[in-house]
């Protein structure tokens, strides 16, 4: 099992900038991709960015260019940094970590963070 944390949500204006948090804990050497979703109310999760052990970053077409996904390797930490924030990106945002052990996969969540830009 995997353990997420996620932090650094809040309240920003638009045109503002947030950095969340997302620390790992329990079986960290099965995780394969990390990365966060955000899901508004009555609508569907929906892909951020994610990040491989590797490297590798993947990000949706929406952001363009405002969101950088990165990791810290010694903390077992992920970031997303999100600038130019628009009121359409307020909603709670959720880490997750995609493990895999045998032939098993395994998602893993947090808890989610709260995201709200409003002037």
């Known amino acids: 099992q995997v353990q997420l944390v996620e932090s650094g949500g809040g309240l920003v204006q638009p045109g503002g900038s947030l950095r969340l948090s997302c620390a790992a804990s329990?079986?960290?050497?099965?995780?394969?991709?990390l990365g966060w979703y955000r899901q508004a109310l009555g609508q569907e999760r929906e892909l951020v960015a994610s990040?491989?052990?590797?490297?590798?970053?993947n990000y949706a077409d929406f952001e363009k260019g405002r969101f950088t996904i990165s990791r810290d390797n010694a903390k077992n930490t992920i970031y997303l940094q999100m600038n130019s924030l628009k009121p359409e990106d307020t909603t709670v945002y959720y880490c997750?970590?995609?493990?895999?052990?045998?032939?098993?996969?395994?998602?893993?969540w947090g808890q989610g963070t709260q995201v709200t830009v409003s002037s």
């Open positions: 990040i491989t052990t590797d490297g590798g970053t």
């Open positions: 997750y970590a995609l493990s895999v052990v045998g032939e098993k996969r395994y998602i893993n």
């Open positions: 329990g079986n960290i050497v099965s995780i394969n991709v």
